[in-house]
């Protein structure tokens, strides 16, 4: 069964930093692309990032490009994003999910609040 | 970037009525593979979103035949024929052609 599990979330200052992670289980991570979804309060979903399967490609929407950072280990079966310079505008559950022309899993989500 | 135009449905729905939910791309989805690029997801109270159509008319796995997509290469529909309590929700449209990967609007279905 696949899973993806995320985790990391929390309430941070604006500036500040906060890294997800997210764990993966139930197929071959290393065959697939992963992404970073989110979704801020009562709002829709929004692209945040996106990860090629060995982590030598990376994109990302002008939102989020220069401050956000994904990244993957493909021997721990793990994604992460690194998000910096955060802004109350980044406030949102993130999803990851598994991309292949589709996101056809995702995680449970995990929430970051962005306040002073 | 390409603009997803999502339209609105004449909520509530009566249930075991049919429904169908419109969908608009800026830009043509349809890849010279002859694939084109257009997900359907439904989001329903308090969970994730789960994939329902992909390639414009390919049903997830798992998904209920009651669902199918349809269009052209910018305007797309997907139809929900007789309408169950569990398809509540909110349904949105991707186009997966290029990034920046973007989403409509979100379209929400309430039934009656």
């Known amino acids: 069964e696949v899973q993806l599990v995320e985790s990391g979330g929390g309430l941070v200052q604006p500036g500040r930093s906060l890294k997800l992670s997210c764990a993966a289980s139930g197929f071959t991570f290393s065959n697939y692309y992963m992404a970073w979804v989110r979704q801020a309060p009562k709002k829709g979903l929004e692209w945040v990032a996106t990860?090629?399967?060995?982590?030598?490609?990376?994109y990302y929407p002008d939102s989020v490009k220069g401050r956000f950072t994904i990244s993957r280990d493909n021997a721990k079966s793990s994604l992460y994003l690194q998000m910096n310079s955060l802004k109350s505008e980044d406030t949102a559950t993130y999803y990851c999910?598994?991309?292949?022309?589709?996101?056809?899993?995702w995680g449970q989500g995990v929430m970051v609040t962005v306040s002073s | 970037d390409i603009v997803m135009t999502q339209g609105a449905l004449p909520n509530p729905v009566p249930s075991g009525e049919s429904a169908s939910i419109t969908c608009q791309s800026s830009?043509?989805?349809?890849?010279?593979?002859?694939?084109?690029?257009l997900n359907w997801y439904l989001q329903r109270p308090g969970q994730s979103p789960q994939l329902l159509i992909y390639w414009m008319s390919t049903r997830a796995s798992g998904v209920s035949d009651r669902f199918s997509g349809s269009g052209s290469g910018t305007d797309f529909t997907l139809k929900i024929s007789s309408v169950e309590a569990e398809d509540v929700g909110v349904y949105y449209c991707q186009q997966f052609l290029e990034y920046p990967l973007t989403f409509g609007s979100g379209t929400k279905l309430e039934i009656k």
């Open positions: 830009k043509s989805l349809l890849h010279s593979n002859g694939k084109t690029y």
């Open positions: 999910a598994r991309e292949r022309f589709n996101y056809d899993y």
């Open positions: 990860i090629s399967t060995s982590g030598s490609r990376t």
